[in-house]
C-alpha cells in the first residue's frame, strides 16, 4: 500500500486526459473521412442572428453614455479650476513665506 502513497496524482490525471482526447480525436478524424462531405449548397446564404434588445433599450443607454459624458466633461473643468486654485494658493504661500524671511533678516539685522 506504501506504493499508491508515492504515487503522483496529478501526472497520471494528465497522462489519461492525454490518452483520452488522443483517442477522441483519432476516432473523429476516422468518422470525418469514413462519411463524405455534404453537398455544397447552389447559393451561398448568411444568416443572422436576430438582436436581443429592442431599439429603445439602445437609445436609453445612448442617452445614458451621452449624459456621463457631460458628467465626466464638468468634472474634468472643474479639477482644472481647482487645480488651478492650488496653484495660486501655493503662489500665495511662497510670497509669504518670502515675506517672513526678508522680516526675520532685518530683525536679526535690528539686533
Known amino acids: 500500500m506504501e506504493w499508491i502513497a508515492s504515487l503522483d496524482f496529478e501526472k497520471i490525471a494528465n497522462a489519461i486526459v492525454i490518452l483520452l482526447v488522443g483517442f477522441l480525436s483519432a476516432f473523429g478524424f476516422r468518422r470525418g473521412k469514413a462519411q463524405p462531405d455534404a453537398p455544397a449548397a447552389s447559393a451561398p446564404h448568411v444568416?443572422?442572428?436576430?438582436?436581443?434588445?429592442?431599439?429603445?433599450?439602445?437609445?436609453?443607454?445612448?442617452?445614458?453614455?451621452?449624459?456621463?459624458?457631460?458628467?465626466?466633461?464638468?468634472?474634468?473643468?472643474?479639477?482644472?479650476?481647482?487645480?488651478?486654485?492650488?496653484?495660486?494658493?501655493?503662489?500665495?504661500?511662497?510670497?509669504?513665506?518670502?515675506?517672513?524671511?526678508?522680516?526675520a533678516v532685518e530683525m536679526a539685522r535690528r539686533q
Open 47 to 103: 444568416e443572422v442572428a436576430g438582436a436581443l434588445v429592442d431599439s429603445s433599450s439602445i437609445k436609453m443607454l445612448a442617452g445614458e453614455l451621452a449624459g456621463q459624458t457631460i458628467a465626466l466633461t464638468a468634472q474634468t473643468a472643474a479639477i482644472r479650476d481647482q487645480t488651478e486654485e492650488l496653484e495660486e494658493g501655493r503662489h500665495s504661500t511662497n510670497r509669504l513665506r518670502e515675506a517672513i524671511d526678508r522680516l
